[in-house]
């Protein structure tokens, strides 16, 4: 039996478009970006480190100066530090605070999934990828981290959607030129790593021209120009305080980020990792590539073209990283949709049973061995030593929950009628078992409360009361400043003080964070206060 397709795919109409779609997915992701467990704090890279810059933008009022302990950094630009260091201003420094710029870019790119889906495919479709997209677990994870790419793929989206209005609405230059100021506030946030994201539009903006004239729009090149001007002003006020060390640091280790692999991480990283991070929407959205070719739908240059060159282009480049391919997120959302709509139709028509069938008892095979392994770790095991188990017990079990939904709709309801009125019901299904893990991960604490210790270290005696009341120094010898334990103690010490590499330069009974192995070289009536991991905290006579 030939797959089918709707002969007209129903458009948005212009001017009356519904708000009950919007309400619904910012209830179905909100529900997951408020939930969090009563301790947090943070991953030390790149979170942290971004995080602390920005406490140190607030701290000293400098918004130009990229640095660390005092020396100037300055290897990335500085979008996202402004963004976290806004949200201290509004509401004081804190892990929740600094992750606040990422969680509403994350709701925003939820929304403009849908919207740009309802331009290039049909509702149906755009809500089903949109509400995938907020049930994907890496997209998750990233959402309530202090990095780049979560607000760097909604400006993209952003950018995408404005194209798209471009086409369809009067005043075309003024969209056109939302469209070019994404790629400079882009450009911001992650430098020259926006620019795949142009080259993926390609097959978009060059073999669909004749029909939407983007190119001859010159609101896209004004937009451009003054999209870049924080990025020029930002990186002239730096040449004119450091030097060339700014532009050198920054290009210089992209080009090194391009041309050494430096993680190791191998050409077909990306065709395991996002699989196994995004499961199980890359398996549908697979599929999905073949049906989106095969359907009526317009604009394929964009919603296929645009993640194929992107996963290309990525793939090519030499570092290869869990994050860049969030980027690919929202796209590979609505293909896996379009392959779970198309399923649905099958379940409500009663056509393709077997595949239905197989797939229905796959998921909920799935689901029951979760649901096992999950209650089974509950009884804690003496031959399963893993710290904190009931959390992960919890999480398996929720999943296996949610995916046992769609074999009981399929086995409950048989008639046509039936199957009509629950195919919502079978599809949403599948996307109970990632959302209810999501929702679990939260509560738990497996997301957001990363180095606990660190946190829990630095706010209780002994050492809470020294270094809320005094300046902690840092003695910078055989240990790097930018490692992940020195990252942690940094943002969890409330006043720092200098870094030196010559304890003697420090006033007398100065405290000081030290690393373990130069303990040495301090004189025998230094105090110790206590260690947290490899570093010693230390008042000097």
Same mark, same amino acid.
């Given at each position: ?283 549908? /959205? #697979?599929? $999905? %590539? *073949? ?11 964009? +919603? =296929? ?79 399963? /030593? #893993?710290? $904190? %188990? *009931? ?11 949610? +995916? =046992? ?97 010559? +304890? ?38």
């Amino acid at each position: 039996m030939p797959l089918s397709f709707s002969a007209s795919p129903q458009r948005l109409s212009s001017g009356k478009s519904s708000l009950a779609p919007y309400l619904g997915l910012s209830l179905w992701v909100g529900i997951l970006l408020l939930l969090r467990s009563p301790v947090q704090s943070l991953m030390p890279h790149d979170e942290g480190w971004y995080a602390q810059q920005a406490r140190w933008i607030v701290e000293t009022g400098d918004w130009v100066t990229q640095q660390w302990w005092g020396a100037p950094v300055h290897d990335r630009m500085m979008g996202i530090q402004w963004l976290i260091a806004a949200s201290y201003k509004l509401f004081g420094v804190s892990e929740w605070a600094a992750r606040l710029p990422g969680a509403i870019a994350c709701w925003g790119a939820v929304m403009l999934t849908y919207t740009i889906g309802l331009h290039c495919l049909t509702p149906s479709i755009a809500l089903w990828g949109a509400a995938i997209l907020a049930a994907t677990p890496i997209w998750m994870q990233a959402a309530q981290l202090a990095i780049q790419d979560v607000p760097l793929t909604a400006l993209e989206l952003l950018g995408i959607w404005a194209l798209l209005q471009a086409e369809t609405r009067p005043q075309r230059r003024g969209w056109g030129f939302l469209a070019g100021c994404t790629v400079g506030l882009g450009f911001m946030l992650k430098s020259i790593m926006v620019i795949p994201v142009v080259m993926a539009l390609g097959p978009y903006l060059v073999l669909e021209h004749r029909r939407h004239r983007h190119l001859l729009n010159p609101g896209i090149y004004l937009g451009l120009i003054l999209g870049m001007v924080p990025a020029i002003a930002w990186l002239a006020l730096s040449v004119q305080r450091f030097g060339m060390l700014p532009i050198e640091r920054t290009f210089g280790l992209l080009l090194n980020l391009a041309q050494e692999d430096f993680h190791n991480a191998g050409p077909l990283y990306y065709f395991w990792n996002i699989p196994l991070n995004a499961f199980p929407w890359p398996l549908l /959205a #697979v599929p $999905g %590539l *073949w049906l989106g070719w095969q359907s009526p739908y317009r604009r394929k240059a964009l +919603w =296929l073209g645009y993640p194929l060159v992107l996963f290309t282009l990525l793939t090519l480049f030499r570092t290869r990283t869990w994050y860049y391919p969030l980027q690919l997120l929202p796209f590979l959302a609505l293909l896996a949709a379009l392959t779970l709509t198309t399923l649905a139709s099958f379940y409500r028509r009663g056509q393709r049973r077997r595949l239905v069938a197989g797939l229905s008892v796959t998921l909920a095979g799935l689901g029951v061995v979760m649901v096992v392994a999950g209650v089974v770790a509950l009884l804690g095991p003496q031959w399963i /030593a #893993v710290e $904190g %188990l *009931w959390r992960y017990a919890l999480v398996a079990i929720a999943a296996g929950l949610g +995916w =046992l939904v769609p074999l009981g709709v399929y086995w409950r309801y048989r008639s046509w009628l039936q199957r009509t009125e629950t195919a919502p019901l079978w599809q949403g299904g599948w996307l109970l078992g990632p959302w209810a893990a999501i929702a679990l991960l939260y509560v738990t604490g497996l997301w957001g409360n990363y180095n606990p210790d660190v946190k829990l270290a630095l706010s209780t005696p002994p050492l809470q009361a020294v270094v809320a009341d005094n300046p902690v120094h840092i003695l910078d010898r055989s240990v790097s400043l930018g490692i992940e334990d020195t990252v942690l103690i940094t943002f969890y010490t409330p006043q720092t003080g200098r870094a030196t590499g010559d +304890w003697q330069t420090l006033p007398p009974g100065s405290y000081v964070w030290i690393a373990v192995p130069d303990l040495e070289v301090l004189p025998v009536e230094a105090i110790s206060l206590g260690r947290v991991r490899d570093w010693e905290l230390v008042q000097l006579p």
